[in-house]
């Protein structure tokens, strides 16, 4: 499974410690791969709205997220946006 390995990988590199899988910075890691993923298959398949209201969930939440972390942890939230390249 291709989407297993990237997960697994995504989570290594993102963690906190040996044993995090669900900080905020992983997080919005996870949530920026599944909605690149999303973005692409939407591309192609123009009228699929349900996928398209999943995909406006997950940017919510990830928007949720970053804001969390520039309040709490404002050089992490600037190290997410470089590493991962998002605009903010």
């Keep these: 499974m291709e989407v297993e390995t990237d997960k697994k990988k995504l989570i290594e590199s993102f963690r906190l410690h040996e044993k ?24 192609n398949n123009r009228k699929d709205h349900s996928s398209r ?6 940017v919510n939440r990830r928007r949720k997220l970053l804001e969390y972390l520039n309040r709490t ?16």
Aim: glycine content about 4%; aromatic content about 2%.
């Design 53 to 58: 209201r999943g995909l406006l969930r997950m």
């Design 73 to 88: 942890e404002p050089e992490k939230y600037r190290e997410m946006l470089s590493r991962l390249s998002l605009r903010k």
């Design 20 to 43: 995090d899988t669900g900080s905020a910075v992983v997080q919005v890691a996870l949530l920026t791969q599944k909605i690149k993923r999303l973005t692409a298959h939407l591309q």
